[in-house]
């Protein structure tokens, strides 16, 4: 098992950047492959990168490739995403999540097994 705690939203203007941490309990944060996954309002969780174990991999939704960057320090049991030019459309509540299945992380938001309580990121235009 495995605690999450996000933090870095805020309410920025469009075309500004973020960095949205979060913090993983445990010595076993290596094992894990780490996501992130944003819900708008009325909307159902989307996918939005995930990054092997060792940070080797990293797998992108493809409109996020290019202005999203994730990454993570497994010394410090912290990923992180860097989000640049944001959008209006970027507006969503961002999770962390956490899975051990497979070789490669998940890219889809359901196949994650744990998950943070989010942090509130809110572009205005």
């Known amino acids: 098992q495995v605690q999450l705690v996000e933090s870095g939203g805020g309410l920025v203007q469009a075309g500004a950047s973020l960095r949205l941490s979060c913090a993983a309990s445990?010595?076993?944060?290596?094992?894990?492959?780490m996501g992130w996954v944003r819900q708008a309002p009325g909307q159902e969780r989307e996918f939005v990168v995930g990054?092997?174990?060792?940070?080797?991999?990293?797998y992108y939704t493809d409109s996020m490739k290019g202005r999203f960057t994730i990454s993570r320090d497994n010394a410090k049991n912290t990923v992180y995403l860097q989000m640049i030019s944001l959008k209006p459309e970027d507006t969503a509540v961002y999770f962390c999540a956490a899975s051990r299945s497979g070789y490669y992380p998940p890219r889809r938001a359901d196949a994650y097994d744990y998950w943070g309580q989010g942090t509130q990121v809110t572009v205005s235009s």
């Open positions: 445990g010595r076993t944060f290596s094992t894990w492959h």
């Open positions: 990054i092997s174990r060792s940070g080797i991999n990293t």
